[in-house]
């Protein structure tokens, strides 16, 4: 997230440098501007139902990682116009025809138009994600995806009797309850998009440099400084990023050089930044995404998920605190 938003501020500066932006860069900038103020105004005030809410946050996502991508790509750039699209006419679909949709698929029925805009609304937010996070993603959920289609292929142990095409679209999204428009979809909503905009808040405004500086501190009077200023910063870095990939972006350009240059090994300078960027997914308030989806999932409040955390994160990072001060004493490294 955070590298993302760094190349982000350099792709916009030069293209200050270079001239006026593009059409499509406007449109990306007012809508990703547009989705923040919606967000924020919908915690306040419900403009619609659930579903409403849901399935507008998932066309402005849509639209928004592939006008992202159309800015960046040098091929096959006509792709993009066409997922946005696909990703415009099942959602506005819903927008438009939910209270019919949720009294014909109630009842278990879709018509061949209403199971062409559920193969739509499967198949878009697998795109989307392939681009926005990568291949493994989308492999894991295509091989789920399988598993429904031809579970009953499989011994009885593991299988299952089969299910028909008409029901597996139903359930993954047109029946707009379960699958695409479930839990998942409501975590995203209610909790993951606030708090990765309040982290990238934060970092923009300084407060990345600050954490960094007040670990600086802290490593310069215990022994093993360098490492202990990795643990220290991605732990408090780790409250406004839950992404142990950013966090190693962010800190590990200033700690492995150091860690190194104090005498620890490359393979341990760089186990040491992994290891403390990775707890940054268990330290409160911005966890990761799989404190949203506790949350959703147990109907539990997230503030109390955040506490319960605080225990585990603080033992987690004492481990690693501990760790380093021992064997930084055993090689004798300051």
């Given at each position: ?15 200050a ?68 699209i ?57 091989l ?41 979809l ?85 186990a ?14 911005v966890m ?47």
């Amino acid at each position: 997230m955070v590298q993302t938003i760094e190349d982000e501020e350099t792709g916009l500066y030069e293209k200050a440098k270079a001239g006026p932006y593009s059409l499509a860069d406007k449109i990306y900038v007012g809508l990703a501007v547009g989705m923040v103020i919606l967000q924020l105004v919908s915690t306040y005030h419900m403009f619609q139902g659930t579903v409403g809410q849901q399935n507008i946050h998932l066309m402005l996502s849509l639209v928004i990682v592939f006008l992202y991508k159309f800015r960046k790509a040098r091929r096959f750039r006509w792709l993009f116009p066409v997922f946005i699209i696909l990703s415009l006419i099942p959602t506005v679909y819903v927008q438009l025809f939910q209270s019919d949709l949720e009294f014909t698929t109630g009842m278990g029925r879709a018509d061949t138009f209403d199971m062409a805009m559920g193969i739509i609304l499967v198949v878009m937010p697998l795109v989307g994600c392939l681009f926005a996070f990568g291949k493994p993603l989308v492999i894991t959920a295509i091989l789920f995806l399988g598993y429904v289609f031809l579970g009953q292929y499989l011994p009885p142990s593991i299988g299952h009797g089969g299910f028909t095409l008409e029901r597996i679209i139903l359930r993954l999204s047109i029946s707009l309850n379960s699958g695409v428009y479930g839990l998942f979809l409501q975590a995203s909503l209610s909790y993951v998009y606030l708090f990765i905009v309040f982290g990238a808040v934060l970092q923009i405004t300084g407060a990345t440099e600050f954490f960094m500086t007040l670990a600086r501190l802290v490593g310069k009077r215990v022994r093993g400084g360098a490492a202990q200023t990795a643990v220290v910063g991605s732990g408090l870095l780790g409250m406004i990023c839950g992404s142990p990939m950013a966090n190693v972006a962010i800190t590990g350009a200033y700690t492995i050089p150091a860690m190194k240059a104090s005498g620890f090994s490359p393979h341990l300078a760089g186990a040491v930044e992994a290891a403390a960027s990775t707890g940054g997914q268990i330290m409160p308030p911005v966890m990761g995404a799989a404190a949203f989806l506790m949350a959703a999932i147990l109907g539990i409040p997230y503030s109390r998920i955040m506490l319960i955390a605080f225990i585990p994160a603080f033992l987690y990072y004492f481990s690693c605190f501990s760790y380093i001060f021992f064997a930084a004493g055993r090689w004798r490294i300051t």
